[in-house]
């Protein structure tokens, strides 16, 4: 399986701190996407990092890349309430048109 | 940005009854859709690979003739769900690949919600 995987599965922290996610994946990858979704809701884009990039900021959100270890990391700074849902990395393999979704990691963030 | 619809949104249906759901890319061209299945409290997982005016590619383990895939445009692929069962229950969303000068990445739909009674 392509699929990457997040850790850790669950985070679970206080208003106002940070959060980090790591993503890890198999294969060489065109770019590496960052997904959230809310509680039986649909996927939000975050955040879309290319192969030749290492860092991606977006507002509150940082995205770092190591092709060299296959990995991502999202960091979500100064964390809300509101920033409480699911977060799924989605690689696609250079040679294929797929994407793979990673486990996700569930957040939640206490007011 | 490019947009992705999916139509409907939710949908409840009896057991053995068909669903048609609707993958539409708005503003752009998509040779390739992908539909994917996603189970409560677990991650997306592809179900099969959508190319304009040619045949679905399914992964390992979907069938086929339960889930029949039709891109008939390069801007509408829809995926029914024949004969559902309660088990077929999911969320089911789609995407469409955008390929361009520099640029080849997946844009996702906001998902529908199938309940099979």
């Known amino acids: 399986s392509q699929q990457g995987e997040e850790d850790p599965q669950a985070l679970s922290i206080q208003e106002g701190e940070n959060a980090t996610m790591n993503c890890s994946y198999k294969t060489s990858i065109n770019n590496l996407q960052w997904y959230r979704q809310n509680s039986g809701r649909g996927l939000v884009h975050l955040i879309l990092?290319?192969?030749?990039?290492r860092e991606k900021h977006s507002g509150r959100l940082r995205v770092t890349l190591d092709t060299s270890k296959k990995s991502s990391s999202l960091l979500i700074t100064a964390s809300r309430a509101a920033d409480t849902a699911s977060y799924f990395c989605?690689?696609?393999?250079?040679?294929?048109?797929?994407?793979?979704f990673g486990t996700g990691t569930s957040l939640t963030v206490i007011p | 940005g490019a947009v992705v619809s999916q139509h409907p949104s939710r949908v409840i249906c009896k057991s053995g009854t068909s669903v048609k759901i609707e993958c539409r890319s708005l503003?752009?061209?998509?040779?390739?859709m992908f539909w994917y299945r996603q189970f409560p409290k677990q991650s997306l997982m592809l179900m099969a690979t959508s190319n304009e005016g040619s045949k679905a590619t399914y992964e390992q383990g979907v069938e086929k003739d339960k889930f029949l895939i039709n891109h008939a445009s390069l801007t509408l692929s829809t995926l029914t769900v024949t004969s559902a069962h309660p088990e077929d229950s999911s969320f089911y969303i789609c995407?469409?690949?955008?390929?361009?000068?520099?640029?080849?990445?997946?844009?996702f739909g906001p998902g529908t919600r199938l309940t099979v009674l």
């Open positions: 990092i290319r192969s030749n990039e």
């Open positions: 995407s469409a690949r955008v390929r361009g000068a520099g640029t080849d990445t997946q844009y």
């Open positions: 989605a690689t696609d393999a250079w040679f294929g048109n797929q994407f793979y």
């Open positions: 503003d752009f061209q998509a040779t390739t």
